[in-house]
């Protein structure tokens, strides 16, 4: 099941994986990040896009995140790839990537600390599900 490298059920599994984990993150702190956010539920469900929509962006991005961590994994080498190495390069990936964009997005524009900690919590468990299922399952 792989073609140039890259496994593509674990691509597929990370993904699930990650966007379900969104789905709990952000229902069991939906208050605390509208709140974060200034805005209440009505206001951002009439900014936004259909739920669909939005939806079907995420999964792509998040198959998207997969391809590329999994092409960073494959880097390491033959036999380098492993749950362990998966979970640092998630790690490293956040820290380096992820949380900067974040801190710097959130800080010009004008957004709470808190909601800069929800995202980046969001993110870190995203990419850590990511890693840890590719590096399981392996990219090739």
Known sequence: ?????????SLVMAAAGSFLFGGVWYGAL????????????????AATAPMSV?????????????????????????GQVTLRTGLITA???WLGFVA?????????????PVLTLIDAGHWLGVLLIQGAIIGWLGVG
């Open 1 to 9: 099941m792989t073609f140039a490298g890259v496994n593509y059920l």
């Open 30 to 45: 939906a208050r605390p990040w509208l709140a974060a956010l200034g805005k209440s539920d009505a206001e951002l469900k």
């Open 54 to 78: 939005l939806f079907a962006i995420t999964i792509v991005a998040q198959l998207v995140m997969a391809w590329v961590l999994a092409g960073i994994l494959g880097h390491l080498g033959p």
């Open 91 to 93: 790690a490293l990936c």
């Open 100 to 112: 900067t964009t974040l801190v710097i997005n959130h800080g010009y524009q004008g957004s709470r």
